[in-house]
């Protein structure tokens, strides 16, 4: 069943400017991650924060989690035409006997214009 | 180098003619998974294999099946298609991890795109 929820659904910024993501999930957690999907691919993992970590940086990317608020940001800095993509957030459940189910959120569709 | 692989990347099949979609992986990972995908959706599990336990979500239709006959491949067969089962479909792989860390990073192959005439 779908857990986390991605804010906003799509958002259109400048190549440059700063991109933010939220995303928002319902049950207790061991870990939480970012994946991006370019149009009609596959999805590639971005980032994994564990339930213990608040913070966490790779590249252009930083991701927060706040397991209090059940929610999680991911920030893009100066962002490039190649970002545009959507970008989805997937939460393990902490006391699931669904082995290693991820639920992913609906996706963040962001768009870069040069 | 290709690490998930998907075959074929379209397919076309007609309501009701059961299609075979395939994956292959190189990464030796022991849990490997298939997603169905909708226009502007998220992904949704269908079901998954750690080795050869199988793992169906409850909300799966029976319609889907899966088959894992050995580390490397996995194939969704669905029998009788319906025009709702049009769709995107992802295979994906993981590692397993140590009892308690949750699940870790999953890869992800190109996907199946299927149209239903």
């Known amino acids: 069943s779908q857990q986390g929820e991605e804010d906003p659904q799509a958002l259109s910024i400048q190549e440059g400017e700063n991109a933010t993501m939220n995303c928002s999930y319902k049950t207790s957690i061991n870990n939480l991650q970012w994946y991006r999907q370019n149009s009609g691919r596959g999805l590639v993992h971005l980032i994994l924060?564990?339930?213990?970590?608040r913070e966490k940086h790779s590249g252009r990317l930083r991701v927060t989690l706040d397991t209090s608020k059940k929610s999680s940001s991911l920030l893009i800095t100066a962002s490039r035409a190649a970002d545009t993509a959507s970008y989805f957030c997937?939460?393990?459940?902490?006391?699931?006997?669904?082995?290693?189910?991820?639920?992913f959120g609906k996706g963040t569709s962001l768009l870069v214009t040069p | 180098d290709a690490m998930v692989i998907q075959n074929p990347r379209y397919q076309v099949t007609q309501f009701g003619k059961p299609v075979t979609l395939s994956c292959s992986q190189t990464?030796?990972?022991?849990?490997m998974y298939w997603y169905q995908q909708k226009s502007s959706q998220a992904p949704k599990l269908l079901f998954h294999?750690?080795?050869?336990?199988?793992?169906n979500e409850a909300d799966t239709p029976d319609n889907f099946q899966s088959r894992r006959p050995n580390t490397s491949f996995c194939f969704l067969d669905i029998r009788s298609p319906g025009l709702g089962d049009a769709a995107m479909y992802l295979c994906?792989?993981?590692?397993?991890?140590?009892?308690?860390?949750?699940?870790?990073?999953?890869?992800f192959g190109p996907g199946t795109r299927l149209t239903v005439t």
């Open positions: 990464l030796n990972h022991n849990v």
């Open positions: 997937a939460t393990d459940a902490a006391y699931s006997n669904s082995g290693y189910a991820l639920n």
């Open positions: 294999y750690y080795d050869k336990d199988f793992n």
């Open positions: 994906a792989t993981s590692r397993t991890t140590v009892v308690g860390t949750g699940v870790g990073e999953q890869y």
């Open positions: 924060i564990r339930s213990n970590e």
